[in-house]
């Protein structure tokens, strides 16, 4: 796993939790429970998860990218990457 898609991820996280309604919407898409996402935090699936989530919803994931001041499409490619949908970057 790249361990800056990792970072990215976890600074997602963050970002996600800030809003309860959001983190609750990541909860209810994820199936996870706060318990069962702190346990998980180091699985490349729930990191995915986690970037997948922002970028299934693109106003999430402007404002997500606008608020760690990096672009949307970096996000974007890290939840591919992390998906093992993409390669690693060069």
């Given at each position: 796993?790249?361990?800056g898609?990792?970072?990215?991820?976890?600074?997602?996280?963050?970002?996600?939790?800030?809003?309860?309604?959001?983190?609750?919407?990541l909860?209810?898409?994820?199936?996870?429970?706060?318990?069962?996402?702190?346990?998980?935090?180091?699985?490349?699936?729930?990191?995915?998860a986690?970037?997948?989530?922002?970028?299934?919803?693109?106003?999430?994931?402007?404002?997500?990218?606008?608020?760690?001041?990096?672009?949307a499409?970096?996000?974007?490619?890290?939840?591919?990457?992390?998906?093992?949908?993409?390669?690693?970057?060069?």
């Amino acid at each position: 796993m790249n361990d800056g898609d990792a970072a990215l991820a976890l600074h997602a996280l963050g970002w996600i939790l800030a809003d309860e309604p959001r983190a609750e919407r990541l909860l209810g898409m994820t199936g996870l429970s706060p318990e069962g996402l702190r346990a998980a935090l180091g699985d490349r699936a729930t990191l995915a998860a986690i970037l997948g989530f922002l970028a299934a919803h693109e106003p999430d994931l402007v404002a997500c990218a606008e608020a760690l001041d990096i672009d949307a499409e970096a996000l974007a490619a890290a939840a591919r990457r992390l998906e093992g949908l993409e390669g690693p970057m060069p």
